[in-house]
């Protein structure tokens, strides 16, 4: 039973929760607070709900790709449909509602994170980030059309990730601190976990602002565990343990990682965490226990300038190097060594990227020029390149999910 149907059955039958093993259950004072944030959302539809929940006959179809623009005077996620061949076909730009933010300092990544768009395929909902307005969207999601259906506070200041586990999801709030909010995705929207913020406890004067903000927050593969990345303001990578309940530990396993700024992270094959460190320009690879700790297993230097984002495909990264223009590929082993395969050029200031299902293609999302790059991954991970489409009004901007 899911996290949603567990809270709806509750609420249903007049009582608290049940518990779900020796970690699960939640105080009285957190389930009354979620059912009330329930409610309430339920009661607000400028907050619950927007537009309708139908879709017109023949609407949407195949597969896509998502890109985010950041823009401060009105975020947009804009639509592309994907060919057979790997190409992109602009169909449709869609206003989130909210207001994109640029972090202080930043040229071609205003977000200075990794995964503030998100896809979750098991609920066709698509989640992007308002770093301006604090505030999240929540799409349904039909081939490679969108329809928005919530607007949201994202429970802190800045969001500019977004972590997806089963109806989990966390978001992470880069200013003020820093600090991670719970919801509850229940049929398409989201509904806020009462009393499951974590603050970080960075410095929030720390500057310049771009690097001296948290850089991603994901789960673990197996979801026990939700991992934050501090980029330069401590150097750390803070691990929280995540109950079943939805709930995180009181205190992250806080692993210091002195000079090397780990900015964004994946996940190899073979399940180690793989962390993009832009201080020292390299890929690295970590066996994460279950106590939280990170042990160093290999690390290969890029060679380049600004390695900030990687992707894993199939045993494959991909690291995009905002300073050189370039996207760097490396193979993990399976006892977690790992070694460069080489780079490949794209337009200026490739940031984030996603990669198709079945990885036969990646998408680089550059913010010199708000262009996303498009290339057929083959044989030994290399790429080709495809071609390029212009994102309107997305320069400096953040944010790219494939379907």
């Avoid at 995964?115 to 098991?122: E, F, I, P, Q």
Wanted: net charge negative.
């Amino acid at each position: 039973m899911t996290l949603a149907s567990r809270y709806l059955r509750s609420m249903a039958l007049g009582r608290a929760m049940p518990r779900v093993g020796r970690k699960a259950s939640l105080t009285a004072a957190a389930t009354s607070a979620l059912v009330v944030g329930v409610l309430a959302a339920a009661a607000n539809p400028a907050v619950a709900a927007v537009g309708h929940r139908s879709w017109p006959p023949g609407y949407g179809g195949g597969r896509a790709v998502f890109v985010q623009t950041d823009g401060p005077a009105g975020n947009e996620v804009v639509a592309y449909s994907q060919s057979a061949a790997g190409t992109l076909t602009e169909t449709a730009v869609y206003p989130t509602g909210g207001l994109g933010g640029i972090l202080a300092g930043s040229v071609v990544d205003h977000l200075a994170s990794q995964g503030s768009l998100v896809l979750d395929r098991a609920d066709n909902t698509l989640i992007a980030v308002n770093a301006g307005s604090n505030t999240v969207s929540v799409f349904a999601v039909r081939g490679d059309r969108l329809r928005l259906t919530q607007v949201i506070s994202s429970g802190g200041i800045f969001p500019v990730s977004v972590a997806v586990r089963g109806d989990l999801v966390y978001v992470l709030n880069a200013l003020a601190g820093g600090d991670v909010q719970g919801f509850v995705a229940q049929a398409g929207r989201l509904v806020p976990l009462a009393g499951s913020a974590r603050p970080l406890g960075l410095n929030p004067a720390a500057v310049p602002q771009y690097t001296n903000t948290p850089g991603q927050v994901a789960f673990s593969p197996d979801g026990s565990q939700l991992i934050v990345t501090t980029k330069a303001n401590g150097n750390d990578v803070d691990v929280f343990g995540v109950h079943t309940d939805g709930y995180l530990t009181a205190e992250p396993t806080v692993n210091s990682e002195p000079g090397t700024v780990p900015f964004a992270l994946a996940f190899s094959w073979s399940g180690d965490l793989v962390i993009a460190e832009a201080g020292t320009n390299a890929l690295a690879t970590f066996a994460l226990q279950q106590s939280g700790v990170i042990t160093q297993r290999g690390v290969v230097g890029t060679t380049q300038s600004a390695t900030c984002w990687v992707t894993e495909i199939g045993g494959l990264l991909y690291a995009s190097n905002a300073g050189s223009a370039t996207v760097s590929s490396a193979a993990v082993g399976p006892a977690g060594s790992i070694a460069l395969l080489g780079q490949t050029a794209t337009d200026a200031g490739p940031v984030d990227s996603a990669a198709s299902p079945g990885g036969r293609f990646l998408y680089v999302q550059t913010g010199g020029a708000g262009i996303v790059d498009e290339f057929a991954v083959g044989p030994g991970g290399s790429l080709t390149e495809l071609g390029s489409v212009t994102v309107p009004d997305a320069v400096g901007g953040e944010g790219i999910a494939a379907s």
